[in-house]
């Protein structure tokens, strides 16, 4: 049928064949008055997409069109919106619907609405079509006015699409905690998402430090703005640090891995380890007593809210920051080489899926 009727995208058929992608066609949402229908221009992969097909995190709603890191042009508004109009290059990020109504949403936590519709894999309710929500390895999105974000101009299309998740996925908890001037910031991890943590943390102002078991990577930590590298391989390595950081950012995948009252001795007094890395594996055991010493604590988020989205690309946008970004044309061999490098480690540092218009020339 095509656009508007249906969409078209890579789909992976099953979980046990989670490297396997499909050119097909799906049916969007119904279509409401504050709904916007964008045609992407690219889209990131993140950490989630291979999670979700590999099953790592579980079952999941098949076939699927994975993507939520996604850049493109509206071309359509309803009659409701009101802040995007049909021209302007918009993005959408990992959640596309919340209500809107409950106390976490009236809170600018709409992240944590209680409602809230993932972009990929969520069934929607049988008033807005009752199908599965499909992401951005396709020819467009219809994603709610909320959950979709005017993009500077200075920021390139393939920059912005990993921000759209693994950006404020590490700025959301870092504004939170109060990251700045005087502030030192441990980050765990440089991947996907502890390359944004460090740029954010060092653009809020703080001193940035890296904790990473992988030495070759301390070069970029160093350029993307860390003051000290820390390798976790070396023997004792966290009795220099005991009582050094007031903020801890855990984005690694290997956490099932760590000590982590190694970790948590490396708090400064009340301080946090907080996890934004979301590992097919559960944590390491632990004990009440890890946390006695400095009155140190633990958690972790979920993304982030539209305000803190709005400023985190206004960050961006004003330092001119820089991410380190690998693209791939995207077609059924280009969706199969990302999400097979995102699985094993050999992106740097992100991936972001381009050519839409040669994959999908008819849209």
């Known amino acids: ?79 409701g919106v009101k802040t995007v109009k049909v021209g302007d290059r918009v993005g959408v990020g990992a959640q596309i619907w919340a209500c809107l109504e409950c106390k976490p ?27 599965i929500a499909q992401g951005g390895y396709a020819s467009h999105i219809r994603a709610h006015e909320y959950f979709t974000f005017k993009i500077p101009d200075n920021i390139p299309s ?10 404020l996925t590490t700025y959301s908890p870092l504004l939170r905690a109060g990251v700045g001037p005087g502030k030192k910031v441990a980050i765990v991890g440089v991947g996907g998402l502890g390359m944004y943590a460090i740029m954010w943390a060092k653009a809020m102002g703080a001193e940035v430090y890296v904790l990473s078991h992988s030495p070759n990577k301390e070069k970029a930590a160093k350029e993307l703005g860390a003051k000290e590298f820390i390798s976790t391989l070396d023997k004792d390595w966290d009795k220099p640090w005991a009582f050094t950081f007031n903020f801890m950012l855990n ?36 004990k009440a007593q890890m946390f006695a010493p400095n009155g140190c604590s633990m958690g972790g988020s979920h993304i982030g809210s539209r305000p803190e989205m709005f400023e985190m690309l206004k960050l961006a946008s004003e330092k001119k920051l820089k991410p380190i970004i690998e693209t791939i044309p995207i077609s059924e061999a280009g969706c199969k080489e990302a999400v097979e490098g995102v699985a094993q480690n050999k992106v740097r540092y992100r991936y972001t899926l381009v050519d839409f218009d040669k994959a999908f020339p008819n849209r």
């Open 158 to 167: 393939e920059e912005a699409a990993p921000m759209m998740c693994a950006g």
């Open 105 to 131: 949403c009236k809170s600018d936590n709409e992240n944590y609405c209680p409602k809230k519709i993932d972009t990929y894999g969520a069934p929607y309710p049988e008033e807005m079509g009752g199908v």
């Open 251 to 286: 984005t690694a995948d290997a956490t099932d891995k760590f000590d982590l009252a190694a970790y948590l001795g490396t708090l400064d007094v009340n301080g946090q380890m907080h996890h934004v890395g979301l590992p097919d594996k559960p944590l390491p055991e632990i």
């Open 1 to 79: 049928m095509g656009y508007p009727d249906t969409f078209e995208g890579f789909m992976v058929q099953s979980q046990d064949d989670w490297t396997n992608f499909k050119k097909q066609e799906f049916k969007p949402k119904k279509f409401q008055e504050r709904d916007i229908d964008i045609e992407i221009e690219c889209c990131g992969v993140c950490g989630s997409d291979v999670h979700t097909i590999s099953g790592g995190w579980g079952g999941a709603p098949m076939p699927l069109c994975v993507g939520h890191e996604v850049i493109g042009k509206a071309v359509k508004v309803g009659d």
